[in-house]
Every structure is written in structure tokens, then in C-alpha cells.
């Protein structure tokens, strides 16, 4: 399962079956999109913090750069871990100095403190304020209490740690 994968799922792109694939997202439109560029998938529209999905009925779920934007991390988390088996997350680390949810990467955002300098720095990029404002990034340590059988790896870019990767591998007990 792709938990918020989008138009433009990059693991339904590249898994070998695609037809394995489960693509869930909160959109619509996405998952049409999606659809047309991956017509083996099977998308639905839902709400990560609510899956419509059986206990462990998935081999792995994929969550790549989803959990700092919903507004109940604790939900999706609780989630992932009741409809998998195993699953894979990726989220960035707030304190890079780089904010990547533009497109261009905008240098020191996150210790501006004022907003209409953010807001300058929003336009100079050409990066939507309210997105990247609706940020919620999460620490080593919250994503640890969130999934306390993973493990996390920290992702290294010039020294600092750019994103965080959380994996579970599936155990004897979740297999099927």
C-alpha cells in the first residue's frame, strides 16, 4: 500500500507488479492521475488516520513524505502498524537548513521568525505559504514513541541529518 502517494505515486511507478498495489490518498483528482499514469494500481480515496483496510491485510506500507502533513500523526502512525505487516516511512528532518516542500529548496526558512519574511521568501521561491506553513515536522524522538518496533535511520546530507527513515520489518507473528 502507497499511503498518500499522489498523481504520481513513485512506488506503484516502480514496482515490478503494479497490479500489487494499493494506492490510497485523500484526493480525488491524485488518485485519478495516478490511475492514468499507473492504470495497473488500485487506488482509493481515503483518510490515513481512518483506513478502511482489515488488520495486517497489507505486506508493507509505503509513507513517503505524508506524516508532517496530516493533523493527527499519531493516527496515521497507529494505522500504518494495525493494516501492515511491514512498511517503510520517510519524513524530513525540521531543523535541515534547507525547507524542501518547495521547489526550489528555500535556505534557513524554518528559523525565520517573522512571517512576512517567510511569506517574502515563499514568493521569491515561488513556494505556496500556506502549504509549506501547514508543516508539521516531527523529531527522531516523536517518531520513535510513534513506532516503537521500527528503526530509524537518519538520513545524512553534508553531515546534517536531511529526513528520517522509518522501517519495520514483518516478523513470523504479522505474516500471514
Given at each position: ?6 498523481p ?25 492521475r ?38 493527527h ?12 505487516r511491514a ?16 521547489f ?38 516523536q ?27 514483518a ?6
Open positions: 500500500m502507497d499511503l498518500g502517494g499522489g504520481a505515486s513513485f512506488f506503484a511507478a516502480n514496482f515490478p507488479e503494479p497490479a500489487r498495489v494499493m494506492l490510497l490518498d485523500y484526493d480525488y483528482q491524485l488518485t485519478l495516478a490511475k492514468r499514469q499507473c492504470p495497473g494500481i488500485h487506488v482509493v480515496v481515503g483518510d490515513g488516520e481512518r483506513l478502511p483496510f482489515a488488520d495486517h491485510l497489507f505486506e508493507a506500507a509505503i509513507c513517503n513524505s505524508v506524516i508532517e502533513h496530516v493533523s500523526p499519531e493516527l496515521l502512525a497507529q494505522e500504518i502498524r494495525r493494516v501492515s512498511y517503510f516511512l520517510q519524513t524530513p528532518d525540521g531543523m535541515f537548513p534547507l525547507e524542501t516542500h518547495s526550489v529548496a528555500i535556505p534557513f526558512y524554518q528559523w525565520v521568525p517573522w512571517k512576512w519574511v517567510r511569506r517574502l521568501l515563499c514568493r521569491m521561491f515561488g513556494a505556496k505559504y500556506e502549504y509549506i506553513s501547514s508543516v508539521h515536522y516531527l523529531s527522531a524522538q517518531l520513535v514513541d510513534l513506532f516503537p518496533e521500527a528503526t530509524v535511520v537518519y538520513e545524512k546530507a553534508l553531515g546534517l541529518t536531511k529526513s528520517f527513515y522509518v522501517y519495520r520489518q516478523s513470523p507473528a504479522t505474516e500471514k
